[in-house]
């Protein structure tokens, strides 16, 4: 069954640090897709980036970088420098191909607490 | 401009009548999503439209409606709310089936 696990419910970090927050996912699809979001204070869910289960780049985009492991089911999301307006609830989440199902899989989110 | 609109934000109901709510994209996605969000849950895909199609999850079939008049316009319509429909409704829109999906703010609804 396809399920998205991220087991760290809360982190915290000071300011202008590296921070790497993990998800494991489980799909018996051969292709899918990967995603990180944001929970903002107000509410609102932002996207962050994207991996393609078929590439073998780390995705980057800014500050935000993947740590892909396929072989593990795992997808890392690492931020540099850290800021603290960084601080807010990461989502990982899947997307399957040809399970059937149209749902984007989600996580139970990580707390991101960023100190100055 | 990554913005997905969406109005209300807050809506209040009396149980037994309906609802609309209203959502608009300028990013010229073909796809529109609806998703109810409880608190401490992840959003729960409720139908969306691959451009003029509509698809909806079998568990919520029968209790919610959309249209989408334009590729910028989505709406979601409640017959008959129930107090269980309380909650925040998200939309949110995607260039592509498999692509990230961006969200908007969200509507709290409140079924009274």
């Known amino acids: 069954a396809q399920k998205v696990t991220q087991t760290q419910t809360s982190i915290s970090v000071v300011e202008k640090t590296t921070v790497t927050m993990d998800c494991v996912y489980e799909?018996?699809?051969?292709?899918?897709?990967l995603f990180w979001y944001k929970q903002t204070a107000s509410g609102e869910i932002v996207f962050l980036i994207r991996?393609?289960?078929?590439?073998?780049e780390n995705a980057t985009v800014g500050h935000y970088s993947l740590n892909f492991q396929k072989p593990k089911s795992s997808i890392g999301l690492i931020i540099t420098a850290t800021q603290i307006e960084d601080s807010a609830v990461y989502f990982c989440?899947?997307?399957?191909?040809?399970?059937?199902?149209?749902?984007?899989?989600f996580g139970s989110g990580t707390q991101l607490t960023v100190m100055p | 401009d990554t913005t997905v609109k969406q109005n209300p934000r807050y809506k209040l109901a009396r149980v037994g009548k309906p609802v609309n709510l209203i959502c608009s994209q300028t990013?010229?996605?073909?796809?529109m999503y609806w998703y109810q969000k409880k608190p401490n849950q992840a959003p729960k895909l409720l139908l969306f439209?691959?451009?003029?199609?509509?698809?909806r999850e079998a568990d919520t079939f029968e209790k919610f409606q959309s249209s989408r008049p334009n590729n910028s316009f989505c709406s979601l319509y409640i017959g008959s709310a129930g107090l269980e429909y309380s909650a925040m409704y998200l939309c949110?829109?995607?260039?592509?089936?498999?692509?990230?999906?961006?969200f908007g703010p969200g509507t709290r609804l409140t079924v009274l």
């Open positions: 949110a829109s995607s260039r592509g089936y498999y692509a990230e999906q961006f």
């Open positions: 799909t018996r699809d051969s292709s899918y897709f």
């Open positions: 991996q393609d289960s078929y590439k073998k």
């Open positions: 989440a899947m997307r399957e191909v040809s399970s059937g199902s149209w749902q984007l899989i």
């Open positions: 990013m010229n996605h073909d796809t």
């Open positions: 439209y691959y451009d003029k199609i509509l698809n």
